[in-house]
């Protein structure tokens, strides 16, 4: 078994940025696929970037947001610059140790509880 706690999350203004981690404990995730998955209320969960030994990222947050990790510390972390409103939402981690398809939230085990990230103008 693999929990995950998000963190980091918080109230800022559009342009800002904001690092979330999230920390897994029960094994290592150093090999597992690694998501990003933000929701807006009334919307469905929402891909905004992975990792594995590469990362992806689809075209609304290419160029503004980064996926790194610290293996020593068994934790993933999401660096999200220039932040806009439609950027708001819960933000979650899950892990997998595979996918077929990095965006499918159906793909992945394990997910964390999310953080709140608001983003005002």
């Known amino acids: 078994q693999v929990q995950l706690v998000e963190s980091g999350g918080g109230q800022v203004q559009a342009g800002d940025s904001l690092r979330l981690s999230c920390a897994a404990s029960?094994?290592?995730?150093?090999?597992?696929?690694m998501g990003w998955f933000r929701q807006a209320p009334g919307k469905e969960r929402e891909f905004v970037g992975g990792?594995?030994?590469?990362?992806y990222y689809p075209e609304s947050v290419k160029g503004r947001f980064s996926i790194y990790r610290d293996n020593t510390k068994n934790t993933v972390y999401l660096q999200m610059n220039s932040l806009k409103r439609e950027d708001s939402g819960v933000y979650y981690c899950?892990?997998?140790?595979?996918?077929?398809?990095?965006?499918?939230?159906?793909?992945?085990?394990?997910w964390g509880q999310g953080t709140q990230v608001t983003v005002s103008s």
């Open positions: 029960g094994r290592t995730v150093n090999s597992d696929y």
């Open positions: 899950a892990a997998s140790p595979t996918v077929r398809r990095w965006d499918s939230p159906r793909e992945y085990d394990y």
């Open positions: 990792i594995h030994f590469d990362t």
